[in-house]
């Protein structure tokens, strides 16, 4: 299973008067299975993440400083090969650590799971609570081979995450 994800800048393109749903379409036939795609965008494809949601692919965006968008696609049902990459979520350790980081901001609550995570065997799980969905951590988690799973408790204000040190 590749490790990187296909990687796609679409300003060019879009700046040029063009639509970028084709060049998308032809780099995600592109993808072997399992493989994750990176999309950068002049802003944020909110409809692009339904309809590659509905082809299996869960967007993880990150906003910029600039207005740009980057989001990572990450396919969600692949299955990886014997002896390759991690398990499914289904079957990972249960968490080593548990943190509430719902009173901290972004940049300490970023800071204090990356910090956990350095600390932490290989393989070691850490759930974590967020005030909201923690965008601004995706790139470090994809950056260091984490992996993770997330999503809002019943309330829909808490969001909940386990994240697997790669």
Request: charged share 25%; net charge negative; glycine share 8%.
């Amino acid at each position: 299973m590749p490790t990187e994800p296909l990687f796609l800048d679409v300003r060019p393109l879009i700046a040029a008067g063009g639509h970028p749903l084709d060049a998308i379409n032809a780099e995600i036939g592109r993808l072997t299975v399992g493989q994750s795609f990176r999309l950068l965008a002049p802003f944020r494809p909110e409809p692009l993440f339904r309809m590659l949601s509905e082809r299996g692919f869960d967007a993880h965006p990150v906003d910029q400083p600039n207005g740009d968008c980057e989001v990572l696609f990450t396919p969600r049902d692949a299955l990886p090969e014997i002896g390759d990459s991690i398990p499914s979520p289904l079957v990972w350790p249960d968490p080593l650590h548990h943190f509430d980081l719902t009173e901290l901001d972004d940049v300490s609550s970023a800071r204090r799971t990356l910090q956990a995570l350095d600390g932490m065997p290989e393989g070691a799980v850490l759930f974590v609570l967020f005030a909201r969905e923690p965008e601004f951590l995706y790139s470090d988690l994809t950056r260091r081979n984490h992996r993770w799973v997330g999503n809002f408790d019943s309330s829909g204000e808490i969001y909940r995450m386990l994240i697997r040190r790669g």
